[in-house]
């Protein structure tokens, strides 16, 4: 038989809703053979009450009347014993024993009133006849229920919950391990893998997000890779610009040297920029070992390079120092290239477990509805793209910068005219 053939015999067996389904019947087989179980049990106490009705009449008729002496009624008793096969023992209407045939059975309860089972100890029934005696007896044949039938229905439930309990959950603690893997692949773990377990709609659905989340890696990966090479490619054309312009000396007009000059900066700023994104983006997964931070000073130093106003607490935390000095350089190049020339003002303070950067701005400042789209990649506010400098990443990478140290940036509402950016970052 060939593989394909052998393939498409045992697919049925590799379905999930087959299982189920499998599991469904045999669980109804076997309540279906527990609940006959218990109405078979059960017969014995169903019949009891008319046979025994039926037994009591027989009984008077066979038994010597209640004048009769005890010889008379032990003899009886012997002889319907020896024909029935059963253990049989006499009771006067005032519950005292007159006679006993096979072997010795429990004496009979105070408070039976009618006939039927005896309760407590083995099965035995107790029979009243018409003259108020009683005949007490235990049939070989015949055993009581050792349950109630409610009870039995009861021991059928959770048998049926007990055998099922398996199936399901080994299915469904696959799924689990299956939405476990989904959210870390979303979450940007993108070298997230499920273990391939059985041959059905599951253990298919694995194999898919593998063979998925290897595509997207390596396309992701060949992104990252392609946009450092690109940005490490530029700087070797910008090096001969910038070297031939220096070679052309006087001969070309001031204005044209200062515009050369001010793209060959912008184009140097954008691969930096680039290349730090691109960087931040591939260690995104990998844990950094940070150092002990003079934040205070840090934050000094690059206000006293653009003359910018700072108030501040003696603030240190763990962090990398390269990453957070860009951090801060970037929002200050932006008070400063969108501010109009007003003053930038800087508070650096802790509250409680958070550390509070704000650098605020007198400008136009940022409408409401592109608070959150001026940190994406390359976007401008409308009209921005006009103005001197500004490539689209500074505040990308800020953003950036902060999340890798467990904080967050956002542009908030400023009482005065302008745009203030909030960094707060845990202590």
């Known amino acids: 038989m060939s593989e394909a053939a052998t393939r498409s015999r045992f697919r049925w067996s590799h379905r999930l809703y087959v299982r189920i389904y499998l599991a469904m019947l045999i669980s109804l087989t076997v309540a279906g053979l527990l609940f006959a179980a218990a109405w078979r049990m059960n017969a014995d106490s169903r019949q009891i009450g008319p046979s025994l009705e039926s037994f009591a009449a027989i009984a008077s008729d066979i038994l010597p009347p209640p004048e009769a002496s005890n010889e008379e009624q032990q003899?009886?008793?012997?002889?319907?014993?020896?024909?029935m096969r059963a253990d049989l023992t006499l009771y006067s209407a005032k519950r005292e024993k007159i006679a006993s045939a096979g072997r010795e059975l429990?004496?009979?309860?105070?408070a039976q009133t009618t006939s039927g089972w005896m309760g407590g100890g083995p099965p035995v029934f107790a029979v009243k006849l018409p003259d108020d005696r009683w005949l007490v007896g235990q049939h070989p044949g015949r055993r009581k229920p050792p349950f109630s039938f409610f009870t039995t229905l009861v021991l059928i439930g959770l048998a049926m919950g007990?055998?099922?309990?398996?199936?399901?959950?080994?299915?469904?603690?696959?799924?689990?391990?299956l939405q476990t893997s989904v959210e870390a692949l979303g979450a940007g773990q993108l070298s997230t893998r499920i273990?391939?377990?059985?041959?059905?709609e599951v253990g298919r659905l694995a194999t898919s997000f593998n063979r998925s989340a290897a595509r997207i890696e390596a396309l992701v990966d060949a992104q990252k890779a392609l946009l450092a090479n690109a940005s490490h490619e530029l700087r070797s054309p910008l090096a001969r610009i910038r070297m031939a312009i220096e070679l052309m000396g006087n001969e070309a007009q001031p204005e044209i040297r200062g515009e050369l000059k001010r793209n060959i900066g912008e184009l140097d700023q954008l691969i930096d920029e680039i290349l730090l994104a691109s960087r931040l983006d591939a260690t995104a997964d990998t844990a950094q070992a940070f150092e002990n931070i003079d934040l205070t000073a840090l934050v000094a130093e690059e206000c006293a390079r653009l003359d910018a106003q700072l108030e501040a607490q003696a603030i240190e935390l763990p962090g990398d120092a390269r990453?957070?000095?860009?951090?801060?350089?970037n929002l200050l190049e932006n008070a400063k290239r969108y501010g109009n020339g007003t003053a930038i003002d800087v508070t650096l303070s802790k509250h409680g477990n958070n550390i509070l950067l704000q650098v605020c701005d007198g400008g136009p400042g940022v409408?409401?509805?592109?608070?959150?789209?001026?940190?994406?990649?390359f976007y401008r506010v409308a009209g921005a793209s006009e103005r001197e400098g500004g490539v689209g990443l500074g505040l990308s990478l800020v953003r950036q910068i902060a999340r890798r140290h467990g904080g967050d940036v956002t542009c908030v509402v400023r009482n005065e005219p302008g745009s203030c950016f909030n960094v707060s970052l845990p202590a």
Do not use: H, N
């Open 75 to 83: 003899q009886a008793l012997e002889r319907w014993q020896s024909r």
């Open 106 to 110: 429990p004496p009979l309860d105070e």
């Open 162 to 177: 007990i055998g099922s309990y398996p199936i399901v959950r080994r299915l469904t603690r696959r799924l689990e391990r």
């Open 195 to 200: 273990a391939v377990e059985g041959q059905d």
């Open 323 to 329: 990453l957070l000095r860009r951090m801060v350089r």
């Open 367 to 377: 409408p409401d509805k592109e608070r959150e789209k001026i940190f994406e990649p």
